[in-house]
């Protein structure tokens, strides 16, 4: 998969109950930066990162700025929502290697 470059804020997901809603903005040379909103950030925090992290770092996002809002999403949908807003960040609207992304054990 080519890296993905973000070109500007973008926002995915809900505050819908099992959903989570994420921005991402550009972070130039300063990392992934998360600030979390969860009410189960003492027990999940740690693993809801840690699957916001890995997912950018796949897309080849080594700097971003991140503000998740969770409420009680899975893995799974943190996975996906990640993948959206970063497609979206960087203005792909189409040709989705879902094949790949799928095959991704995160």
């Known amino acids: 998969m080519n890296k993905i470059e973000i070109k500007k804020q973008a926002i995915?997901?809900?505050l819908e109950?099992?959903?989570l809603q994420i921005t991402i903005d550009k972070n130039e040379n300063k990392g992934i930066e998360i600030n979390l909103q969860s009410s189960v950030e003492y027990q999940y925090g740690k693993q809801i990162k840690a699957v916001v992290i890995e997912?950018?770092?796949k897309l080849g996002i080594n700097d971003a700025c991140v503000d998740?809002?969770?409420k009680g999403a899975?893995?799974?949908t943190i996975k996906a929502r990640t993948i959206?807003?970063?497609h979206r960040a960087a203005e792909i609207n189409e040709n989705y290697d879902w094949e790949e992304l799928d095959s991704w054990n995160v």
């Open 12 to 14: 995915a997901g809900t």
């Open 17 to 19: 109950s099992s959903d």
């Open 55 to 57: 997912t950018l770092k």
């Open 68 to 70: 998740v809002v969770d």
């Open 74 to 76: 899975l893995d799974c």
């Open 84 to 86: 959206a807003v970063a």
